[in-house]
């Protein structure tokens, strides 16, 4: 592994379904960041995590959750996924001392 | 207002020519500016950074600050048909915390044609 992956590449989602979007890092970054991005709105921030145990709300959170059990995991949780949650997931990450956010290559999500 | 506003194209140049990239923002805190690059199906990658007012040249791509006019712009000389993409910028007010975390454009389509 080398940087961010992300898990699945795109999936297709029946309304009301439980869903994660899985993302790992192997630079050991303190930060992680999930974002979603849309035609017309661009790159907005659902989640962040400044370090393993603790998470924090961004622009979008609602209908999302995400964990933070350790410093390289940061996986997305829609609940009960609704078709306005259709969008490109990004996920991101920080070193500590760095304004520099490194972005994983996406999830493509439809919501039927 | 939003706080940052991008022209989202697109925007069409033939090969070779120089390219204007533009930002505009409200938050007179910001002082981080960067410039991420987007190609198509793929996640942003930085581009260029810089640090309140002034200019900063990486090759052929020149990233400029002008905080008095709340104003940055990426410029890219010689353009060539890699350099098609979405281009992002992005500021933050305070570095190294996720609490005042980036905040993006929503990018600009450039297509360098050959």
């Known amino acids: 592994i080398a940087g961010i992956t992300q898990a699945p590449t795109s999936q297709i989602l029946a309304a009301g379904r439980r869903m994660t979007l899985r993302c790992t890092q192997d630079?050991?970054?303190?930060?992680m960041y999930w974002y979603r991005q849309d035609l017309g709105l661009g790159l907005r921030l659902i989640h962040y995590s400044n370090t393993a145990g603790t998470t924090g709300k961004g622009e979008v959170p609602d209908g999302y959750s995400v964990s933070r059990a350790n410093t390289d995991d940061f996986p997305l949780t829609l609940a009960s996924a609704v078709p306005s949650q259709t969008s490109v997931y990004f996920c991101?990450?920080?070193?500590?001392?760095?304004?520099?956010?490194?972005f994983g290559p996406g999830t493509r999500l439809t919501v039927l | 207002q939003k706080e940052v506003e991008q022209d989202p194209g697109p925007l069409s140049v033939p090969e070779g020519a120089i390219v204007s990239l533009n930002c505009t923002y409200s938050n007179s805190a910001f002082q981080y500016f960067m410039w991420y690059r987007q190609y198509s199906r793929k996640g942003p990658e930085l581009l260029m950074y810089?640090?309140?007012?002034g200019n900063k040249e990486d090759g052929r791509f020149t990233a400029q600050v002008d905080k008095s006019s709340k104003y940055i712009s990426l410029f890219i000389r010689d353009s060539q048909p890699s350099d098609s993409a979405t281009y992002l910028c992005?500021?933050?007010?305070?570095?190294?915390?996720?609490?005042?975390?980036?905040?993006f454009g929503k990018g600009t389509r450039l297509s360098v044609i050959a």
């Open positions: 810089t640090y309140s007012s």
């Open positions: 630079m050991r970054h303190n930060a």
């Open positions: 992005a500021m933050s007010a305070n570095s190294y915390s996720g609490n005042t975390p980036l905040v």
């Open positions: 991101a990450s920080r070193a500590t001392g760095t304004d520099t956010q490194y």
